[in-house]
């Protein structure tokens, strides 16, 4: 099953601690759990409902890498500080500092591969009719196009899937179509780049174990530059 994830920010964290709030520079595999698990409308205390989902392996094409970005925000001040509010004023009392890091203008294309093909044919129409609204890795992250690829489930090995698929960035000034994208692939023991976010437990409890992700590259379609949504 493939997915389009596409929008102005989206920000994938995985080592996250206290006001500091990274991404990753794609899409992590915990974040995709939980886009999927909001369209289909499971609560974040059931881990049986998430289990059938944390079994499938992930593949992501970087369509377009994105620009890493920081978002300066302030919650009011504790009473001996002092900090700068988003208006550029000053106050004190009662508040934090948080910096959080985002990929503006990012797009990718996400494919879970699995043998249950009513499980993906499940999650697809469940995305095309979110229970709960979608966000690309925050609440306030929405995605630009349809998450839902029409046709996108399809009977294929998932690094066939992700080279065949057509670029999903449309064209725009001084920017030119690549001859190559790059591709990270779930493998299960390595080589590869160690990551933890594969889901142990419900997102309530906020357990994640560790994967490996492969990364090569692959030759882009050239007969077409855009997929519709």
Not at 84 to 91: F, H, L, R
Not at 167 to 193: A, D, F, M, N
Request: with cysteine.
């Amino acid at each position: 099953m493939l997915l389009r994830l596409v929008g102005p920010m989206q920000s994938w964290g995985t080592t996250s601690r206290f006001d500091q709030r990274d991404t990753g520079k794609e899409p992590s595999k915990s974040g995709v759990i939980g886009l999927l698990a909001a369209a289909l409308g499971i609560d974040r205390e059931y881990w049986d409902d998430l289990v059938p989902l944390t079994r499938l392996s992930m593949g992501v094409r970087h369509d377009r890498s994105g620009v890493p970005k920081r978002d300066y925000q302030t919650a009011g001040c504790a009473a001996t500080d002092t900090i700068i509010k988003a208006d550029g004023s000053q106050t004190k009392g009662g508040g934090v500092v948080s910096d959080r890091f985002y990929l503006a203008d990012a797009a990718f294309l996400v494919g879970l591969e699995g043998p249950d093909r009513a499980l993906l044919e499940r999650v697809h129409a469940a995305l095309r009719n979110p229970v709960w609204p979608l966000a690309l890795g925050r609440k306030s992250y929405v995605p630009s196009e349809p998450v839902w690829i029409d046709n996108g489930v399809v009977d294929s090995p998932l690094l066939d899937a992700l080279a065949r698929w057509p670029w999903i960035t449309s064209l725009r000034k001084r920017e030119s179509t690549p001859g190559k994208l790059l591709v990270s692939l779930e493998s299960q023991e390595g080589p590869g780049v160690l990551k933890m976010d594969q889901p142990l437990s419900s997102f309530a409890t906020r357990r994640f174990g560790e994967r490996y992700v492969h990364s090569d590259w692959v030759a882009l379609p050239q007969e077409t530059t855009h997929a519709p949504a």
